[in-house]
Each structure stands twice: as structure tokens, then as C-alpha cells.
């Protein structure tokens, strides 16, 4: 997601979108645990100016799964 900084108003903006299951996955890529998204995820955030910054407040609630450590067999 791109946001130019003029569409961010005093009273902050606020975006939601799909984050897919490509796209989360490649977030934890090397996670050692080998943890792997199930499906795309819905994904919120605020954005609000602080000077020459911006601040940027996010959440989303990915399924994952990841391979049981204490089985012997997959």
C-alpha cells in the first residue's frame, strides 16, 4: 500500500486492505518455527503526521500454521 503524504490530514487517515497469503508468507519467510499463512488476511492501519514523520498504527489477525516440533513424523 502507497499513501502520499498529502492525503494525510491533521485528523490522520485510516486504510484497510487484503494482505494474501503470498504476501504474509514472504513476511515470515526464515521464521524459525517454519510458520506459513492459510489464507489472506484482512489488515487495518492509521496513519498520522508528527512533524517530518509519520506514524503508522497497523493490525492484522493472519491464520498460520507451522509444523509440530515434538512429532516425529510430519
Given at each position: 500500500?502507497?499513501?502520499?503524504?498529502?492525503?494525510?490530514?491533521?485528523?490522520?487517515?485510516?486504510?484497510?486492505?487484503?494482505?494474501?497469503?503470498?504476501?504474509?508468507?514472504?513476511?515470515?519467510?526464515?521464521?524459525?518455527?517454519?510458520?506459513?499463512?492459510l489464507e489472506s488476511a484482512a489488515t487495518e492501519a492509521k496513519l498520522k503526521k508528527m512533524d517530518r514523520r509519520v506514524?503508522?498504527?497497523?493490525?492484522?489477525?493472519?491464520?498460520?500454521?507451522?509444523?509440530?516440533?515434538?512429532?516425529?513424523?510430519?
Open positions: 500500500m502507497r499513501v502520499k503524504i498529502d492525503e494525510i490530514k491533521d485528523s490522520g487517515l485510516a486504510r484497510s486492505w487484503e494482505l494474501s497469503r503470498e504476501q504474509l508468507d514472504l513476511m515470515i519467510e526464515g521464521e524459525p518455527a517454519g510458520y506459513r499463512a506514524l503508522v498504527k497497523a493490525k492484522t489477525r493472519p491464520k498460520l500454521e507451522c509444523p509440530c516440533s515434538r512429532c516425529l513424523t510430519p
